[in-house]
């Protein structure tokens, strides 16, 4: 009864991990997220860069904000 149990146990976690890695086998030829909406148009690397170049303008402005308000604190200390 013991080793009947055991290897029913064992049948079904081999089953349990073969199911698991061939999911994951299966999903690495899926495209990126970033790809995806792109994949209707057929622009596959222009939402990639545009996202990039939304950041880096973003970055940017951000950056002048900062040096602004760094002006601005300077000028008060000063005061």
């Known amino acids: 009864m013991r080793q009947a149990f055991a290897s029913l146990l064992g049948l079904i976690l081999s089953l349990i991990i073969i199911a698991i890695l061939l999911y994951f086998m299966l999903n690495i030829f899926k495209p990126n997220f970033i790809f995806e909406s792109s994949k209707k148009k057929g622009n596959y690397g222009k939402d ?5 170049e939304k950041t880096k303008s973003k970055l940017k402005e951000v950056n002048q904000k900062l040096k602004y308000r760094s002006k601005e604190i ?5 005061w």
Do not use: D, M, N, V
């Open 48 to 52: 990639a860069f545009s996202l990039i």
């Open 74 to 78: 300077e000028k008060t200390l000063h």
